[in-house]
């Protein structure tokens, strides 16, 4: 069983940085493979990045175009989404999950984990 608990979003302008936080609990986090979604309102769940325990990650090519870093930290059982140059479109809530094999990543349907959510808003 892994909890999550996303923090770090909030209000920001247009070209603006957000660093996006989450910490999961228990001892086996290292072999979850971790991921970050977005949902704007009125639309389905899409993918954002993910990264493997051992560091490998994959992104969104869509929008994710450099911008947007995902990294982890096994000592603070914690997930970051570093996102930079942020647009209007960005706007959305932001969830951090979690699934065991490097498979389907981009599919949200496959992760077992869910946090609550983060709320971003980039004002134009």
């Known amino acids: 069983q892994v909890q999550l608990v996303e923090s770090g979003g909030g209000l920001v302008q247009a070209g603006g940085s957000l660093r996006l936080s989450c910490a999961a609990s228990?001892?086996?986090?290292?072999?979850?493979?971790m991921g970050w979604f977005r949902q704007a309102p009125g639309k389905e769940r899409e993918f954002v990045a993910a990264?493997?325990?051992?560091?490998?990650?994959?992104g969104n090519v869509d929008f994710v175009n450099g911008r947007f870093a995902i990294s982890r930290d096994h000592a603070k059982n914690t997930v970051y989404l570093q996102m930079n140059s942020l647009k209007f479109e960005d706007t959305a809530v932001y969830y951090c999950?979690?699934?065991?094999?490097?498979?389907?990543?981009?599919?949200?349907?496959?992760?077992?984990?869910w946090g609550q959510g983060t709320q971003v808003t980039v004002s134009s």
């Open positions: 990264i493997s325990g051992s560091g490998v990650t994959t």
């Open positions: 999950a979690a699934k065991e094999a490097w498979s389907y990543v981009s599919t949200w349907t496959e992760y077992n984990y």
């Open positions: 228990g001892r086996t986090f290292r072999r979850y493979v």
